[in-house]
């Protein structure tokens, strides 16, 4: 099972994205992260997120023991990003250990 996690996935890239991922590969959940939580794509292995994708605390809650793919398709500012990312780097090497 391949868990994917779509930062902004709710966006006009996110949704093609999930998809033509969706079609490829039937073993994939997503887990969409975005302010609002809602999307228009309604499929079981879509699960809706409501979250602030620039704070990384509440994206860190969301990130699973068992994680594949984390899709970034936000645009922020450059210290948002960078704080996010060093927080998402650790996240990752504590799920990993």
Same mark, same amino acid.
């Given at each position: 099972?391949?868990?994917? *996690?779509?930062?902004?996935?709710?966006?006009?890239?996110?949704?093609?994205?999930?998809?033509?991922?969706?079609?490829?590969?039937?073993?994939?959940?997503?887990?969409? *992260?975005?302010?609002?939580?809602?999307?228009?794509?309604?499929?079981?292995?879509?699960?809706?997120?409501?979250?602030?994708?620039?704070?990384?605390?509440?994206?860190?809650?969301?990130?699973?023991?068992?994680?594949?793919?984390? *899709?970034?398709?936000?645009?922020?500012?450059?210290?948002?990003?960078?704080?996010?990312?060093?927080?998402?780097?650790?996240?990752?090497?504590?799920?990993?250990?």
């Amino acid at each position: 099972m391949t868990n994917v *996690v779509l930062l902004g996935g709710n966006g006009y890239l996110g949704r093609n994205l999930t998809k033509h991922w969706i079609k490829a590969d039937s073993d994939a959940t997503f887990y969409v *992260v975005s302010r609002s939580g809602k999307n228009k794509l309604t499929d079981p292995r879509i699960i809706n997120v409501s979250a602030d994708v620039t704070d990384s605390k509440q994206v860190a809650k969301y990130l699973l023991a068992k994680l594949d793919y984390i *899709v970034d398709l936000v645009r922020r500012q450059k210290k948002i990003l960078l704080n996010l990312k060093k927080s998402m780097i650790y996240q990752l090497k504590r799920c990993l250990l």
